[in-house]
């Protein structure tokens, strides 16, 4: 009995949901970088191929272990095979899943070390100026140009 609630335990602990704002935060780092370390938490961070963009951003998922996407754009592609992806995290892999459907497919992590990520969180300084450009704002500014 205790053997079973463990393994229940540390199954809920590596399974998740992956929800739509992610994907969409994942794919705009993939026209930034088309590869990624995600850290253990709630935090993805990626950095251009010549180290002169940097992205942050914080999610509503907490990664259970840090891993190494080789080709994001292929893991998205994966990803985008089920309406709501389950990912259940292994030590070399994680196997992915649509919610209520036997589908599967092994999505094996890359080596850390042939993945470009920043080493270190930069801190910004405060802002100077701030301002709120609609999206009519910007249209009538498109159309003049």
């Not at 794919?27 to 990624?36: A, E, M, R, W, Y």
């Not at 998922?61 to 292994?90: C, G, M, T, W």
């Not at 649509?98 to 589908?103: F, I, L, N, R, V």
């Amino acid at each position: 009995m205790v053997l079973l609630l463990y393994t229940l335990i540390v199954w809920s602990i590596v399974k998740m949901k992956l929800s739509n704002e992610t994907k969409e935060v994942l794919k705009n780092f993939s026209t930034i970088n088309q590869n990624l370390v995600i850290k253990q938490g709630s935090k993805i961070s990626t950095m251009s191929a010549m180290k002169n963009i940097i992205a942050n951003a914080t999610v509503s998922e907490d990664f259970p272990r840090e891993f190494a996407i080789y080709d994001l754009n292929e893991f998205l592609a994966v990803i985008s095979l089920f309406d709501k992806p389950e990912l259940d995290f292994k030590d070399d892999f994680v196997i992915i899943t649509g919610e209520g459907t036997k589908d599967k497919v092994t999505y094996w992590y890359s080596d850390p070390s042939v993945v470009t990520t920043p080493q270190k969180e930069i801190s910004m300084p405060s802002k100077e100026v701030s301002y709120t450009l609609s999206s009519n704002t910007l249209s009538d500014v498109q159309r003049a140009a």
